[in-house]
């Protein structure tokens, strides 16, 4: 076992949209089945030896939601801030330090404003990606914001931007990992928890089906990409299928506990 501090994480439900298999999968379910996507913000909060909360520990924040203004221009609606679901988890938005993009999605970058003080941590392809020739086709630049992919890099001049390649420990025990496919410099996320190495995957996975059955999500930039990625997933966690969560899947809320009784339907918690 390795000899690294533990997490505990929470998936924060913000959003929820139906969807049909037409909708997200390439080569759909003929029979155009359900598959609604759920909306999510992450946080792994250190834990001390004797398993609670470190004192002093600071909190890692992944991804963070669209913004209301961007969502309902594309049809979706919050339902309930990120911000307000890490107080009651008590972690502080303006007091986080880390926040881990995971790639520059609306729905992943679109909410950097609740983190004033954090730092960014992108991997060097997501930005290359953003800003290059790939984004005058439509179909890759569909889920991108100009303005947020603008806002990062007025962040980078402004010092708050930290660039991988590949691999990168963000601390000891959290580490983040390029997979690519759905997007060029898409990352994952891989955790140490009380049951072992836990990965988020963000959407390079976006429902179980992409993990357990090879399927392919609707929007990919490198489809042999996307298909490593999921194995590499769950290499990442230590070939425990298990151990790997979906970005986008609804049933994540259903295959772990509520964080708390009065959070239940709002944030789980995934350790």
């Known amino acids: ?53 470190l004192v002093g520990g600071q909190p890692i924040v992944i991804d963070t939601g669209f913004s209301e203004t961007v969502g309902a221009q594309r049809g979706r609606k919050m339902l309930r801030s990120p ?17 881990i993009i995971t790639h520059l999605h609306y729905d992943h970058v679109g909410g950097w404003a609740l983190f004033p003080k954090a730092r960014y941590h992108v991997q060097d392809r997501e930005m290359q990606f953003a800003t290059s020739r790939h984004m005058t086709k439509k179909p890759f630049r569909h889920a991108y ?10 962040h980078l001049y402004g010092d708050r931007v930290v660039f991988h390649d590949g691999d990168g420990e963000i601390a000891p025990g959290l580490t983040v990992h390029h ?9 994952s996320v891989r955790v140490w928890t009380r049951n072992g190495w836990l990965v988020l ?9 992409g993990i357990e059955d090879d399927k392919l999500f609707a929007i990919v930039f490198n489809v042999a990409d996307m298909l490593a990625g999921y194995d590499k997933l769950k290499k990442l966690a ?27 339907g709002w944030s789980v918690r995934l350790d």
């Open 1 to 53: 076992m390795p000899n690294l501090p533990t997490y505990e994480v929470h998936a924060c439900k913000y959003a929820h949209l139906p969807r049909k298999a037409h909708e997200v999968q390439i080569m759909a379910d003929p029979h155009d089945g359900d598959h609604p996507m759920d909306y999510f913000v992450w946080v792994a909060i250190p834990l001390g030896e004797d398993g609670k909360r």
């Open 83 to 99: 911000a307000l679901t890490l107080r009651d988890l008590g972690v502080e938005p303006n007091d986080v330090r880390d926040v």
């Open 145 to 154: 914001e100009v303005e947020e992919v603008v806002a990062m890099v007025r």
């Open 179 to 187: 997979i690519g496919g759905h997007t060029m410099g898409i990352q």
């Open 201 to 209: 995957a963000s959407d390079a996975a976006h429902y179980y089906w």
């Open 238 to 264: 230590d070939g425990c299928q298990d151990m790997v969560v979906p970005g986008h899947d609804a049933r994540v809320m259903d295959r772990y506990p509520p964080s708390s009784a009065a959070l239940k």
